[in-house]
């Protein structure tokens, strides 16, 4: 089964319709192609991420998608949506309005001791600035920070696929910054792993940093699905992809490193349906 659960269009931050996407989709062979759309942010600059008001809109153009290209290929409609705290939970409840078929929890900002919130993935000079500005220069309690704050998430929220749990790796091949064979790092993977063991949630696999030219390999790194593959974690495998031509990008050297999920009974169809196994 080739498919892709994580996929940005024009609704956010990719660069194509979902309609092209699915037509790359059907052209690559894939049996099922999954959106995910950023979802609801508490900031200000909210043209990258579906609004409560664009949400439904989102939702209608995939599902029309669906019954459009049913014959030919499953189209699922989730949302990619953000934890931030006192601000953003990826939570079935806050989605409901549209009855996403998965919901993707991610952690893109670090809530900082003194209120600020950090990107992890922005950029490295403002990853630089943000561990300097509001953690004191210390990239070890930036750290400590992002993985307790994924592991609230996990712990707290009702959602279905972990996303790039170590995204904080994103910078680390191009401009090292941390040692990721560390003793204390690689206790957070343990800590995190944990987690996710005990939340049943599923640890995607995710390609996009190499898509984007970031890194040569996946997140969760090899020792950290060691750790989630030991505690019996199931993963999934996902692109991240932010444009049609990306979304099986890589899926040929990582489609055998793991026993991936699919969603063989998915169903667009059924408002409120929860295909994912727990
Ligand atoms: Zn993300
Ligand atoms: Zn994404």
């Known amino acids: 089964m080739k498919a892709n659960y994580h996929t940005h269009t024009t609704w956010c931050d990719g660069k194509d319709s ?21 979802a609801m942010l508490p900031e200000d600059d909210t043209s990258w991420v579906l609004t409560p ?25 989730g949302v990619e949506a953000d934890y931030v705290p006192c601000g953003a939970t990826p939570d079935r409840s806050s989605y409901a309005a549209i009855s996403p078929d998965y919901i993707i929890g991610s952690v893109h900002f670090i809530a900082a001791p003194d209120g600020a919130r950090v990107s992890v993935d922005e950029s490295p000079e403002s990853l630089a600035d943000g561990i300097r500005s509001h953690f004191a220069g210390s990239v070890e309690a930036y750290l400590h920070a992002y993985f307790a704050q994924v592991r609230e998430m996990l712990l707290t929220c009702d959602f279905d696929i972990a996303g790039h749990l170590d995204l904080v790796r994103k910078f680390n091949s191009r401009f090292p910054y941390f040692d990721e064979s560390a003793p204390w790092y690689l206790a ?27 890194l040569d390999d996946v997140y969760p790194s090899s020792a950290f699905r060691d750790r989630l593959r030991s505690r019996g974690v199931k993963f999934i495998l996902s692109a991240d992809a932010h444009a049609a031509d990306a979304i099986d990008c890589a899926f040929d050297r990582f489609g055998t490193c793991e026993a991936f999920l699919t969603f063989p ?3 667009t169809r059924s408002a409120g349906s929860h295909p994912l196994p727990h």
């Open 188 to 214: 957070e993977l343990d800590l995190t792993a944990d987690a996710v063991a005990a939340s049943g949630k599923i640890a995607e696999v995710n390609t996009g940093a190499i898509s984007r030219g970031w």
């Open 53 to 77: 008001e664009k949400a439904p809109r989102y939702a209608a153009e995939v599902r029309a998608l669906a019954e459009k290209y049913e014959a030919r290929i499953r189209v699922l409609c």
């Open 18 to 38: 979902p309609e092209a996407v699915v037509l790359a989709a059907i052209g690559k062979g894939f049996d099922a192609i999954g959106f995910s759309s950023h």
């Open 265 to 267: 009974n998915a169903s």
